[in-house]
């Protein structure tokens, strides 16, 4: 029996535009495709870059949303593991070509033929629809009206502690204590980590310290970061302004690395013979793959760790979207279509 759809959405019709209602007529759900009803969905930076084109692949019109918690209404007729009425999350990709060496070997975030999950209709929505191989199951466990933004965020700053064994013994510091950075702390603690935040206030100090940061240092103080000369083992930056990259170079023990998840617009500048003579390193990562989202919705439901967010309905999309510029959010906004 085919299965027909029409998704009700919020989408923009161009770059920059409002959100408007709109309809998308689906055909016949794919052998391997799964279709969900959408309960929560994240708002996420990223969905405003894509919006507003920033990053000059936008695909209009654009139903985003990429931080996906839906139950389950059909599955295509090869899908035999997930069933009806099971609540799962989508992310950042909706879909994986399955046969490249590196989806082979496990790294399907990595795949050059990877949908988007905002290019191919997302989570602003009624409904969506998205390969198999690309859904985690929502545990026991974890909260799935905060679930969202783990599919993210979440997984965006959990990812190098799977890939660069970041240790229970290491030092860890986290550079922006926002939608990213307030989970990094919260994993890191649990991960068992020496964690600092640098901080720029007083008040976001408190904060930090509250999200599970042991100690701070002050960004905006050179001394300050100075005094930390040789202290860490892995710094994560989250944020998208350029910084005095070799102050913070500096900070990293001998084989430290410094690792990017928060995109910069503009090249980063610093100096070679710190990182050389130290064996230092400087890497970045997107978000990981399904398999990588499973162990970190476990180790989640585990530690009870969950996003710090705030709730809209779907129907005030707009002003979740200016809550979004305002820079006021804390931490990150979920769009709701439950009750």
């Known amino acids: 029996m085919s299965i027909v759809s029409t998704i009700n959405a919020y989408a923009v019709l161009e770059a920059g535009g409002p959100f408007k209602s709109y309809q998308l007529e689906l055909g016949e759900l794919g052998a391997t495709e799964v279709e969900l009803e959408i309960m929560y969905c994240g708002i996420c930076h990223s969905d405003l870059s894509m919006i507003e084109n920033e990053w000059g692949n936008g ?5 985003a949303g990429h931080e996906i918690i839906g139950r389950i209404t059909a599955v295509g007729e090869q899908v035999t593991h997930l069933k009806k009425e099971t609540v799962v999350g989508l992310g950042w990709n909706s879909g994986y070509c399955k046969t490249c060496h590196t989806c082979r070997t ?8 990877a949908k988007f999950t905002i290019l191919t209709n997302g989570g602003f929505a009624d409904k969506v629809r998205a390969d198999v191989s690309s859904l985690v199951v929502i545990p026991d466990g974890v909260d799935p009206v905060s679930a969202g933004p783990l599919l993210c965020a979440g997984i965006t700053v959990f990812n190098p502690l799977v890939q660069f064994d970041v240790k229970p013994t290491d030092k860890v510091a986290v550079i922006g204590i926002g939608g990213l950075g307030h989970l990094a702390l919260k994993f890191f603690n649990a991960w068992g980590c020496e964690v600092t935040a640098f901080t720029s206030s007083e008040e976001k100090r408190k904060e930090a310290l509250s999200l ?16 930390a000369t040789t202290n860490f083992d892995f710094i994560l930056s989250t944020v998208n302004a350029n910084l005095d990259w070799d102050l913070y170079i500096q900070t990293l023990k001998p084989r430290g690395r410094l690792h990017f998840v928060g995109t910069v617009p503009n090249p980063i500048q610093f100096t070679l013979f710190p990182l050389i003579f130290f064996q230092r390193s400087i890497s970045a990562s997107p978000a990981g793959s399904p398999g990588t989202m499973e162990t970190m919705l476990e180790f989640a439901a585990h530690h009870q760790i969950r996003p710090e967010v705030e709730i809209f309905p779907m129907s005030q999309i707009e002003a979740a979207f200016e809550h979004l510029r305002s820079g006021k959010a804390r931490y990150r906004i979920v769009l709701s279509r439950e009750g």
Request: glycine fraction near 6%; aromatic fraction near 6%.
């Open 212 to 227: 599970g940061a042991h100690k701070t240092l002050n960004s905006r103080d050179p001394l300050d970061i100075e005094a």
């Open 59 to 63: 695909q209009y019109p654009m139903i």
């Open 106 to 113: 496990g790294d399907f975030n990595l795949c050059k033929e």
